[in-house]
């Protein structure tokens, strides 16, 4: 998988590639305690790129979207599509984590 941190109107875009699986999972949730533990609060998922996501991938996503918000920040998500979206709408994530088309439609943050 690939992880890549950019920034766009306030938020940290972390752009994914490849499979979020069981193996990739770790990866993705310790980098993102990493950059939250740097004050990035506003972190926004490009998943564009992103071919597969499975449970342990919206596992690390809802941790990541926890200690966010505990922090007072939060999470989104962009660019889904195919079996991705599928997967987020059947597990009820998009009724929990906002959603966006693209990065450039998510709402300018502080």
Request: aromatic residues 6%; contains cysteine; hydrophobic residues 45%.
């Amino acid at each position: 998988m690939q992880i890549e941190l950019t920034k766009i109107k306030g938020w940290s875009v972390v752009t994914l590639g490849g499979r979020l699986d069981a193996i990739t999972a770790p990866d993705l949730e310790k980098q993102c305690g990493l950059w939250v533990d740097e004050g990035h609060r506003h972190v926004l998922l490009n998943m564009a790129s992103l071919e597969y996501i499975s449970s342990a991938g919206l596992r690390a996503i809802l941790s990541t979207a926890k200690k966010l918000k505990g922090l007072g920040g939060s999470l989104a998500v962009c660019g889904m599509g195919g079996m991705v979206k599928e997967v987020f709408v059947l597990s009820a994530f998009d009724t929990i984590i906002p959603s966006y088309d693209t990065a450039d439609a998510a709402p300018e943050q502080n």
